[in-house]
C-alpha cells in the first residue's frame, strides 16, 4: 500500500473536519451570540474546547461510519474511493459555506461515501444508509421541531409569573450552559465521524484490523481539528441561524440549544446514529420561535434551509463520483 496515498487521505480527512468546525460551529453558539449571552470570542473558544472534550466521549457513531455504510473497500482503489467521498463532501462543505446555507456537514460525508462507493464498484449498505442516516435525517428535525416548541412552552408557563428582566438575565447565564451542551454534543457527533474515516483508511492500508479500537492519535487528530475549524468561526452561517429564522430572546435560546443538545446525546449513546447537528438545531430554533406566534418565524429562509438539506446528499454524491473518476484516471 502507497503510504503517501494513505497520508493523503487522512490529510484530507482532517481538512474536512476543519471545514466541518467552520462550517458547524454555528450550530453550537450562534443562539448565544445573537442573545448576546456571549461574546463571539468568548462563544468560539468555549465552542473548541467543548468540541475537543466531546470527541473523546464515545466511538458508537465512528463504529457506524467506518462499518455501517459501505463495504471497506480495498487496496489504492479503495484509497482512491474514501479520498472522492472527502473532497465532494468538502466542495460541498464550502459552497453552502459561501452562500451562508447551514446544510449538513455530516451528510455530505455520506453522500460522498454513497457516490464514490457507487462510482468506484464498492457495496453500498443501503439497510445501513437508511437507517442510520436517511430516517435519522427526516426524524430529528421533526423530533426537534416539537421538542423545541414542547420545551419553551413549558420554560413560558413555569415563568409566567416571573419578573421579565431577571428571567432573561437568568436565562442569558443559562445559555452559556446550554451552548457548552451543544459544543459538546458537536464534538460527541462530529469528531466521530472523521474518526470513522480515518479507520477505514487504516484498515484499508492493513495499518489496523477491522473492529480494532480507535487510536488515540486519530481521536486527538480529529478532535482538534474540529476545535481549530470551530474557533475559526462560520460568521455567514452564524447570521442565518441566529438572526435571519428568528429574532431569538435569552429564554428562547436556552429552550433551542437545551432541546439541540439533549436530541444530540440521546441519538449517539442508544441508537449510534450520526444526526446534523444541522438539522437539530435549525429545527428547534423554528419549533421554539412558533411559540410566539406562527408567523414570526421566516417560513421563507427556512424554506431554503430545508430546500439546502434534501440536495446535500445527492449533490455531494455526485461530486465524490466525478472526483473518483478523476482520481481514477489519474493515479488508479
Not at 448576546?36 to 461510519?65: I, Q
Not at 428582566?165 to 450552559?177: E, L, N, P, S, Y
Request: charged share 10%; aromatic share 10%; hydrophobic share 55%.
Amino acid at each position: 500500500m502507497d503510504t503517501f496515498a494513505l497520508v493523503a487521505t487522512i490529510g484530507v480527512a482532517l481538512f474536512f473536519t476543519y471545514t466541518n468546525g467552520f462550517h458547524d460551529s454555528a450550530n453550537a453558539i450562534a443562539t448565544s451570540v445573537s442573545t448576546r449571552a456571549l461574546t463571539p470570542k468568548a462563544a468560539l473558544a468555549m465552542a473548541a474546547v467543548m468540541n475537543l472534550a466531546g470527541a473523546f466521549m464515545g466511538s458508537g457513531v465512528a463504529k457506524t461510519v467506518s462499518e455501517g455504510l459501505i463495504q471497506t473497500p480495498t487496496g489504492s482503489k479503495g484509497m482512491g474511493i474514501l479520498f472522492a467521498a472527502l473532497v465532494g463532501a468538502i466542495v460541498w462543505n464550502l459552497v453552502t459555506w459561501y452562500f451562508g446555507l447551514p446544510s449538513s456537514s455530516s451528510h455530505a460525508l455520506f453522500g460522498g461515501m454513497v457516490g464514490a462507493a457507487l462510482a468506484g464498484g464498492t457495496t453500498v449498505y443501503w439497510h445501513g444508509v437508511l437507517e442510520k442516516v436517511v430516517i435519522p435525517m427526516f426524524v430529528s428535525p421533526v423530533v426537534g421541531l416539537l421538542a423545541g416548541y414542547l420545551v419553551m412552552t413549558a420554560i413560558l408557563w413555569i415563568f409566567r409569573k416571573a419578573n421579565p428582566h431577571k428571567a432573561k438575565r437568568g436565562f442569558r447565564i443559562a445559555q452559556t450552559v446550554s451552548a457548552a451542551g451543544m459544543a459538546l454534543g458537536h464534538g460527541l457527533q462530529d469528531a466521530q465521524k472523521t474518526m470513522g474515516i480515518v479507520v477505514m483508511a487504516l484498515v484499508i492500508a492493513d495499518v489496523e484490523d477491522y473492529g480494532d479500537p480507535i487510536p488515540v492519535w486519530v481521536k486527538i487528530a480529529c478532535a482538534v481539528m474540529l476545535s481549530l475549524g470551530t474557533y475559526a468561526g462560520g460568521w455567514r452561517i452564524m447570521r442565518t441561524l441566529g438572526r435571519k429564522i428568528i429574532e431569538l430572546d435569552p429564554p428562547q435560546g436556552f429552550a433551542a440549544e437545551a432541546t439541540g443538545a439533549t436530541i444530540m446525546f440521546t441519538s449517539a449513546f442508544l441508537f449510534k446514529a450520526p444526526i446534523s447537528t444541522t438539522h437539530v438545531i435549525t429545527s428547534a430554533i423554528m419549533g421554539v420561535g412558533a411559540t410566539k406566534r406562527v408567523n414570526a418565524v421566516r417560513w421563507g429562509v427556512a424554506k431554503n434551509i430545508i430546500l439546502g438539506w434534501f440536495i446535500t446528499m445527492p449533490a455531494a454524491a455526485l461530486v465524490a463520483a466525478a472526483s473518483y473518476g478523476i482520481v481514477k484516471l489519474a493515479f488508479l
